[in-house]
């Protein structure tokens, strides 16, 4: 079972596309191996649907484990506990960080100015359609974003011993998930389904939501362009994402040929 995290590993923000080299290994790599994207996103949503369909994975493990399906089939799911999201919400009120996810097509974020203002220094313009975030705690949350720099994430992660702040490679963000939900917890229920030994499996990854299920996996890998902790997690560090990073760690492991 080899595993794939999906930006910055296969999708390139660069030119938001998967590198040619990437896909035909994919390609090569069904023939004898069970494909799974495991990402922060949820790729039922109009905004990754056309990703999976490029990809075709045998599974996914969405948001960060908080959703696991195969095929069309959904095998798990896990939301966040409203208390604790409430507590979570109350206390981002108290700093400049904002904290919050997107439900349908509203998007629910304390101190929302937070995520304008990083959407127009990232694509020149915001386009959200905000709404009170304290209407949160009446809806089904899988996971939430933090938009703020690392010391931020590391004071909630000390506030909140339930959670996990896992800082995007761009360290100007985060995904925030409740702890006993992870992508190698994923991992381990698609190895029950598929009845494939841990050991056996092969992830790749290269931001810290990745750095569980590169330490679970048989073989961990780190794209080039990984953050330096999770680079020092991985079994193996292979090239950037836009130097044939994936075609190059599947040739050396034998993967394909």
């Not at 799911?77 to 604790?84: A, G, T, W």
């Not at 400049?96 to 020149?124: C, F, I, M, Q």
């Not at 905000?130 to 949160?136: C, G, M, P, T």
Request: charged share 25%; aromatic share 8%; glycine share 6%.
């Amino acid at each position: 079972m080899v595993s794939f995290d999906i930006d910055m590993t296969l999708l390139d923000h660069k030119d938001w596309s998967i590198p040619a080299s990437a896909m035909e290994t994919i390609e090569k790599l069904r023939e004898n191996y069970t494909i799974v994207v495991a990402t922060g996103r949820d790729m039922d949503s109009i905004f990754s649907t056309a990703i999976r369909d490029q990809i075709r994975p045998d599974a996914i493990i969405h948001l960060n484990g908080t959703k696991v399906t195969v095929g069309e089939t959904v095998i798990y799911e896990h939301f966040f506990d409203k208390n604790l999201l409430k507590q979570i919400l109350s206390y981002a009120k108290t700093t400049p960080y904002s904290v919050g996810t997107t439900v349908g097509e509203y998007d629910y974020y304390v101190n929302p100015e937070a995520v304008a203002e990083h959407d127009r220094k990232l694509w020149g313009e915001c386009r959200r359609n905000f709404a009170d975030a304290s209407k949160l705690v009446q809806l089904d949350v899988r996971t939430m974003a933090y938009i703020g720099d690392e010391a931020g994430a590391r004071t909630m992660e000390e506030e909140f011993p339930e959670i996990h702040v896992h800082m995007f490679a761009d360290k100007k963000g985060a995904d925030v998930v409740e702890r006993k939900a992870s992508k190698a917890v994923g991992l381990a229920r698609l190895c029950d389904f598929y009845k494939i030994p841990l050991s056996q499996t092969i992830a790749f990854g290269d931001s810290m939501n990745d750095y569980d299920i590169v330490k679970a996996a048989g073989i961990g890998i780190a794209m080039g362009n990984a953050m330096d902790e999770l680079k020092r997690a991985a079994d193996y560090i292979t090239d950037a994402i836009d130097q044939d990073g994936i075609k190059n760690a599947c040739l050396h492991f034998g993967l394909i040929r």
